[in-house]
């Protein structure tokens, strides 16, 4: 593929190779994608709503957990180890406790929450399988959020799950304690 930089000179990009080794992978400066297994999987660019819905989580988390210094939230565009993949949450949070001292890679651990939110071109079954890795991984919590039924889906482990709709309060349990929003503020 041949693409033209902002100074008008036409350069061959190569695609990535299709498969390496996780330590490759953490050592390559890859954007949009994530390490499944020896297989690099390409990230499609999300919708405007799911960029709205993960915006708001952010900000609502990002801010609670800066005033009472819990640690740190994180964008999609962040790596986090999970087992023998690289995934990258569309929000997550690290405690102090778990943040290592070189930030210049990917996180060598799983994040303690994870939230992924679905795009319509997730299949859902797909998130719910990225969820479970986290938590095997050792990730504490993940919320699962459906956009288009306006839902939130709380795993705490594969057989721990609960489905939240607009009327509920999502909070952050044990993991980032004290912190809740009402789940229709994600949707309005």
Same mark, same amino acid.
């Given at each position: 593929?041949?693409?033209?930089?902002?100074?008008?000179?036409?350069?061959?990009?190569? +695609?990535? =190779?299709?498969?390496?080794?996780? /330590?490759?992978?953490?050592? !390559? @400066?890859?954007?949009?994608?994530?390490?499944? $297994?020896?297989?690099?999987?390409?990230?499609?660019?999300?919708?405007?709503?799911?960029?709205?819905?993960?915006?708001?989580?952010?900000?609502?988390?990002?801010?609670?957990?800066?005033?009472?210094?819990?640690?740190?939230?994180?964008?999609?565009?962040?790596?986090?180890?999970?087992?023998?993949?690289?995934?990258?949450?569309?929000?997550?949070?690290?405690?102090?406790?778990?943040?290592?001292?070189?930030?210049?890679?990917?996180? +060598?651990? =799983?994040?303690?929450?994870?939230? /992924?939110?679905?795009?319509? !071109? @997730?299949?859902?079954?797909?998130?719910?399988? $990225?969820?479970?890795?986290?938590?095997?991984?050792?990730?504490?919590?993940?919320?699962?959020?459906?956009?288009?039924?306006?839902?939130?889906?709380?795993?705490?482990?594969?057989?721990?799950?609960?489905?939240?709709?607009?009327?509920?309060?999502?909070?952050?349990?044990?993991?980032?304690?004290?912190?809740?929003?009402?789940?229709?503020?994600?949707?309005?």
């Amino acid at each position: 593929m041949r693409q033209q930089d902002a100074r008008g000179i036409t350069q061959e990009i190569l +695609p990535p =190779p299709k498969k390496m080794t996780l /330590e490759e992978f953490l050592e !390559s @400066d890859l954007e949009g994608y994530e390490y499944v $297994k020896g297989e690099l999987i390409l990230m499609p660019a999300a919708s405007a709503e799911h960029g709205i819905v993960s915006a708001r989580i952010f900000l609502c988390l990002g801010v609670y957990v800066r005033e009472n210094q819990l640690g740190e939230v994180v964008t999609p565009d962040t790596g986090f180890q999970v087992g023998e993949r690289v995934l990258k949450p569309d929000i997550a949070f690290i405690s102090s406790a778990q943040l290592p001292d070189d930030l210049s890679k990917a996180f +060598p651990v =799983p994040p303690d929450f994870a939230i /992924e939110v679905v795009s319509p !071109s @997730d299949a859902f079954r797909r998130v719910l399988e $990225k969820a479970f890795a986290y938590l095997d991984a050792g990730t504490r919590l993940v919320w699962v959020v459906e956009p288009g039924s306006k839902t939130v889906t709380v795993c705490r482990s594969e057989t721990d799950i609960k489905l939240l709709t607009r009327n509920d309060t999502l909070t952050g349990e044990d993991v980032v304690e004290g912190f809740s929003c009402q789940v229709a503020q994600l949707f309005e």
